[in-house]
């Protein structure tokens, strides 16, 4: 990885902390900690950021159980994402009925994947139902593996890294942001290891156009098996 993508990462991080955005600089943070390969010591320095970060964080962390229902099941964003965070610091498991609340009247899939990212995180072992209007999901995040965690992440980490990582770091960086928010996003699925391929172009290819520069997408098209790719529908750049 570019040393450019570590020194922009740590500045976006800084900046978010010194705004008093936490929830965003703990996000960020922890996104980056379950990167495949970090540096020891972008390791260490994403470490104390977070320490930093929480000893800034200015929620009251002896909440009542109806405040952090209010919270969760409010219709702002920004409390709905506080509450969220706010489960980081709890055992999810005293607040199971009002989880499933979330996730029955929920319209984010950016909240969604934070929370069920946490859930994953303490894994929760507990049968949890997303019924939207599209599909009935069940799942219990004690046997799904974190995205960041999965063989199809991994692989697409890596093809990415392959096939950008040598001549344009700087568009490497914006199609593993969106690698990273997409697999995110597919929460509690994950990116098939077979279709890997399939997301990095369909990546790429979205980063070329909106940048304006076709030229980087025609350059990959060689990549082997290419003709039998399939563009793929990304969720990230519907929300």
Request: aromatic share 10%.
């Amino acid at each position: 990885m570019n040393d450019n993508y570590y020194e922009e990462m740590i500045d976006e991080i800084r900046s978010f902390i010194d705004e008093n955005k936490i929830e965003l600089a703990r996000f960020k943070i922890q996104q980056e900690l379950k990167m495949p390969y970090i540096p020891n010591d972008i390791e260490i320095l994403l470490n104390d950021l977070l320490k930093d970060a929480n000893s800034k964080v200015d929620l009251e962390y002896s909440l009542s159980q109806s405040q952090v229902e209010q919270l969760i099941l409010s219709d702002n964003l920004a409390k709905q994402l506080k509450g969220v965070d706010y489960l980081k610091q709890c055992n999810c498991l005293n607040f199971i009925d009002i989880i499933q609340q979330f996730f029955n009247t929920n319209k984010s899939l950016n909240l969604q994947g934070l929370m069920i990212d946490t859930l994953i995180n303490q894994q929760i072992n507990y049968e949890f139902i997303i019924d939207s209007d599209e599909i009935k999901i069940e799942f219990n995040p004690r046997y799904i593996e974190s995205s960041y965690e999965t063989d199809g992440f991994i692989k697409s980490y890596e093809i990415l890294n392959e096939l950008l990582g040598n001549d344009n770091p700087s568009f490497l960086k914006l199609c593993l942001d969106m690698l990273n928010v997409e697999s995110f996003l597919m929460l509690p699925f994950a990116i098939d290891e077979d279709e890997a391929i399939n997301y990095c172009l369909s990546i790429i290819e979205y980063v070329a156009h909106s940048l304006g520069d076709i030229a980087i997408y025609a350059n990959i098209k060689g990549v082997k098996d290419y003709n039998n790719c399939k563009n793929v529908e990304l969720l990230c750049i519907k929300v």
